[in-house]
């Protein structure tokens, strides 16, 4: 069992910065993957960034060149840099740990575990 909880989530500027931060417990997180999702209101939840048990990692294209996803396995850690913060990006951001799969000719992130999420908003 994996327990993750989201932290670094508040008000920023437009163009400003943000780093969330899910910090796990209960079981090492070095054998998953680990996924940054969001949900805005009234919108479908999308996958953010992903990066791999072995450190690869995949962005929305949307956030690719702003943000940045990496992992601490020592300290059982994932993070989400968020710079260049625009009126698109507010919404209830949560992190997953999961299992690499197939899916079609695409390799996933599959989440098994979810946090509750932090909320980011952001001010124009």
């Known amino acids: 069992q994996v327990f993750l909880a989201e932290s670094g989530g508040g008000s920023v500027n437009v163009g400003g910065s943000r780093r969330l931060a899910c910090a796990a417990s209960?079981?090492?997180?070095?054998?998953?993957?680990l996924v940054w999702f969001r949900r805005a209101p009234g919108k479908e939840r999308e996958e953010v960034a992903s990066?791999?048990?072995?450190?690869?990692?995949k962005y929305k294209n949307s956030v690719r060149g702003r943000f940045t996803v990496s992992r601490d396995n020592a300290g059982n850690t994932l993070y989400l840099q968020m710079n260049s913060l625009k009126p698109d990006d507010p919404a209830l951001y949560y992190c997953?740990?999961?299992?690499?799969?197939?899916?079609?000719?695409?390799?996933?992130?599959?989440?098994?575990?979810w946090g509750q999420g932090t909320q980011v908003t952001v001010s124009s």
């Open positions: 990066i791999s048990n072995i450190g690869l990692p």
């Open positions: 209960g079981h090492g997180i070095s054998n998953y993957c």
């Open positions: 997953a740990a999961g299992h690499q799969e197939w899916r079609g000719i695409s390799e996933v992130c599959a989440p098994v575990y």
